[in-house]
């Protein structure tokens, strides 16, 4: 009964997501994610199309494009410069503010390789802390690492199980990891060398939803109210809650959800002022080329 109220619930709540507000900025991507909101553009990549595209408030255009890479986000930097993650080629790629390709990251400063770079999540000391979600199936071998200011890459966590999302928390004194895979959200306390300790389980995403259905979570945003977004991206595009996104305060209680009408919601960007969300999203998640929208609906 409790599942079945909960489930109630979160129709209710998501009704003004779906129902109102929601834009499309792209009724024509190829895996759309990573998002990030830059200099009054929008940068994602297209996965499928191995891209990085910029929405400029009026159409959509290629930035870079580099077959193979296999891109999962993109990230601006303090220099001037972009970063992606080549999850196919198990690289970070570099980019010039004019689009130009750089020498990418291939491993860390002990020889790590960097396999299936996924998500990053800037600190901020300048530096950006991203996942490498392994290798596919049942291992446990994904990581987290740290990119200083200074260019250096350091392993800095192991053994994560399809590791995704992250952020770094708002006072910067903790790292918050998805594993996809487990249905959850990991915690690190970050030291003062920008090392992780005290991992600690925050919260079980199939234990929120009252085992409705295995959640997927992918993507995870932090806005300066303290509220967590995450998105997921189902293994069934008719699964109950597909197109959820869930936010959830400090302590991992459900605030509210929001709802869009494609299935899967991996990731997405505020805007400057965070009244806005920008969400890529799959209606194909299963085969190439999935297709899917970017779009724009209201925060709350």
């Known amino acids: 009964m409790r599942a079945v109220l909960w489930s109630l619930w979160l129709v209710a709540t998501a009704a003004a997501g779906a129902d109102g507000g929601v834009r499309v900025l792209n009724d024509d991507a190829h895996f759309a994610e990573g998002p990030i909101w830059h200099l009054g553009k929008l940068y994602y990549v297209e996965y499928d199309r191995h891209t990085v595209t910029v929405w400029d408030g009026q159409r959509n255009a290629t930035f870079w494009s580099k077959p193979g890479c296999g891109p999962s986000a993109v990230l601006a ?25 750089l020498p990418p990251y291939t491993k860390d400063r002990d020889g790590h ?15 950006v802390y991203f996942t490498c979600s392994g290798t596919l199936g049942p291992h446990v071998d994904g990581k987290v690492f740290y990119l200083a200011a200074d260019g250096s890459i350091r392993q800095v966590a192991s053994e994560v199980r399809s590791a995704n999302g992250l952020v770094v928390s708002l006072d910067g004194r903790t790292l ?27 919260v079980n995403l199939d234990e929120l939803n009252h085992d409705v259905v295995h959640l997927f979570p992918d993507g995870i945003k932090l806005n300066s109210r303290g509220e967590f977004y995450v998105g997921q991206n189902p293994r069934d595009v008719k699964a109950p809650l597909a197109g959820t996104i869930f936010v ?53």
């Not at 390789?113 to 530096?127: Q, Y």
């Not at 895979?181 to 920008?194: A, M, N």
């Open 77 to 101: 930097t303090a220099n001037g410069e972009f970063l992606v993650t080549c999850y196919d080629s198990n690289s970070i790629g570099r980019i010039a503010a004019d689009g130009r390709d």
């Open 113 to 127: 390789a960097l396999v299936g770079p996924n998500d990053f999540a800037p600190d901020r000391h300048g530096g």
């Open 176 to 202: 918050y990891v998805i594993e996809t895979e487990d249905h959850r959200i990991l915690r690190f306390r970050i030291g003062d060398d920008h090392g992780l300790s005290d991992r600690e389980v925050w």
């Open 248 to 300: 959830l305060d400090g302590d991992a209680h459900l605030l509210r959800t929001l709802k869009l009408p494609s299935p899967g919601v991996p990731n997405f960007a505020f805007s400057p002022d965070e009244q806005t969300l920008y969400v890529t999203a799959l209606d194909q998640v299963d085969q190439s080329p999935y297709r899917g929208k970017v779009y724009a609906i209201p925060s709350r």
